[in-house]
């Protein structure tokens, strides 16, 4: 894994989920290099992954291995808890380039510890979707972008968050 990639999974507490999975992909035949991009994993929550393959381009049954290559990674992604995210899987001739969702079982962004002492507060905006009865959370620099939806305000509250409801109707904002 490149210092750049421990770097990031480090600074998300994901880095040892990630050293595991590498671990996993290069016991998958053929593939030669599995590197990870998580810069954006406190937006998306997702996890990038490209693996680096070898199959000979003369080989026989290479459709074949191919398709066995890739049902492997992606098995081996679900044992990770990571879904399909609705993204391509693209071959770039000698990469894999796979986004997966991450499952429940790893650290969602807006779970993240974040300290008050060392860090300033994080601010969300809560607006009430009435169809859904939930909140949902968005980062007031970028509205468009969701960062999760909750049943109470209550639940919104972490460390180092602070939560700003917003009535869209009347454009009054309260803070908690």
């Known amino acids: 894994m490149r210092e750049r990639d421990k770097e990031a999974a480090q600074h998300f507490g994901i880095l040892d989920r990630l050293q ?7 016991t998958v035949k053929g593939i030669t290099d599995v590197t ?5 994993y406190d937006e998306i929550h997702d996890v990038c992954i ?15 291995q191919r398709r066995s290559q890739l049902s492997e990674i992606l098995q081996t992604c679900l044992k990770h808890d ?24 790893w650290p ?10 060392t860090e300033p507060l994080i601010q969300l905006n809560a607006e009430w979707i009435p169809y859904m009865k939930a909140y949902r959370l968005y980062d007031p ?6 960062v999760a939806y909750v049943d109470t305000l209550e639940e919104a509250a972490r460390p180092g968050y602070r939560i700003v409801e917003c009535d869209a109707d009347t454009m009054h904002v309260e803070c908690y």
């Not at 490209?50 to 074949?64: G, K, Q, S, V």
């Not at 969602?108 to 002492?117: C, D, G, K, L, Y």
Request: glycine content about 4%; some cysteine.
């Open 50 to 64: 490209l693996t680096r393959y070898d199959i000979p381009p003369a080989a026989e049954d290479y459709f074949a």
């Open 82 to 105: 990571l879904f399909p995210s609705g993204d391509r899987i693209e071959d770039y001739g000698e990469h894999w380039y796979i986004v997966r969702r991450c499952g429940k079982s």
């Open 36 to 40: 990870f991009d998580v810069d954006n």
């Open 141 to 146: 620099h970028c509205p468009q972008k969701t």
């Open 108 to 117: 969602r962004p807006q779970e993240m510890a974040v300290s008050e002492a």
């Open 20 to 26: 595991k999975l590498e671990s996993d992909l290069l």
